[in-house]
């Protein structure tokens, strides 16, 4: 089960906030608790044991952090003991078949015998990625007496376990929802301006998201070779908007749920592809995961105070973090690699210029966008060579089997929807907001958005959010 699912929408959702606000509210976070627990356990029927490890994670980080409390001289030993589990998890979940599959072709060159390990069992559990981080932040703030450690089990619970953030974040942190766990204020307008931003986040997803996919996916189906260049520039924009409205469709959801139950829920993403540079773009790009790499990571290492070169480690450091926290794929660290050398050359080159000439910023990044997310969207690196031939034609081609203007049929049937996301990309979404935001024309074009996104979830056979696997 998913935000965008049907069952979710017609079924899980309406029951749920039925019985919430039916409950007297020293109640409430006993229902976010069960309601979590169960959209959960639907959404993993397949694998139980997800829910094994959710809760065994959960309970140990609640130890964690009463430990971390009684006996602050031992703290750090109890942060790396917790980021050992949660982070230890994260990687022998993600990486075990790479890891026991070339440990396996090691023994297997040095000993006379073939050597292989079945790890087939070990799948990533759903959204492991996002409340380990959660973990750990919590650990780290309670030993730097930014907050005290959670005493209830339950408030506890609710903070790791919520569902709106479980699965795909945003990331949050314990000091921003501790007094929210404790006590919050419900009201009919709260209510109101969240479903407004669940709908337009359901829009995003169902209208653009899954018919910008659908795009993608069929391009790949072809075969790369298939393809002529027009088509490639043509399908990698596609792909771009396409993991954008995904992701920020997610997390509006996320957020209109929880604003829905009291919760204020950080925002995830600011007019990313609005950027002049890249150190723009991740600045507002997927924004409580880079907070996480710079509080957690990048300033504990030094941050950029410790001289040029040490900078230059530091950010190494956390974009290779970066491109292994999105898959074991070699693609994934390469990704990192390449936004690793764009960001550094940026700080200490040209970054300025960017910023002080603004036209050069935007077809700068207009071209920095797609490319860097060709990386990342195509995990063979054989095919990623040849996708770059095709967007490059006076690169060494090798055989294409090309259909001359194969790209006019796409730009028929999916050339609405891009340019639709590209207008969305752009300040008029958040212009139109806060024009006609609360009024009467403002509800009756979410409306109209809330029933063309059912008509599509209607037609498609379920398109899941591309963030819950990493």
Known sequence: MNFSSLEFIFLFFPVFFIIYYLLPSRFRNAAVFIGSVIFYAVGTYKH????????????????????????????????????????????????????????????????????????????????????????????????????????????????????????????????????????????LDGFADGARIFIAGLGLKAILANNLSAMWSRVAGLGYDSISSPLAWLSVIAYSLYIYFDFFGYSLMAMGTGKMMGFDIPENFREPYLSLSMSDFWRRWHITLNRWFKKYIYIPLGGSRCGAWRTVFNLLVVWLFTGMWHGASLNFIIWGLVLFLIITAEKFIYGKQLEAHPVVGHIYMAAAIPLSWTVFAVTDLQKLGIFFCRLFPFLPQGEVFAVQGDWLAYAAQYGVYILLGIVCCTSLPRLIKNRLNKTLVGDIILLGVLCVSVFFLCRSAGDPFMYGNF
């Open 48 to 187: 139980p044991a997800f829910l094994i490890i959710l809760a065994a994670l959960t309970v140990a980080n609640y130890a964690l952090g009463l430990l971390i409390d009684f006996f602050p001289r031992r703290g750090r030993i109890w942060v790396s003991i917790g980021a050992v589990i949660n982070i230890g998890s994260l990687f022998l979940f993600k990486y075990a078949e790479s890891l026991f599959g070339g440990l396996g072709n090691l023994l297997s060159a040095i000993l006379p015998f073939s050597v292989s390990f079945n790890t087939s069992g070990l799948i990533l559990p759903m959204g492991l990625s996002f409340y380990a981080f959660r973990a750990v932040s919590y650990l780290a703030d309670v030993r730097r007496g930014d907050c005290p450690a959670e005493r209830s089990p339950l408030d506890f619970s609710v903070f790791m376990c919520m569902f709106p953030c479980l699965v795909a974040g945003p990331i949050t942190e314990y000091p921003e929802m501790r007094e929210q766990l404790h006590a919050r204020s419900y009201t």
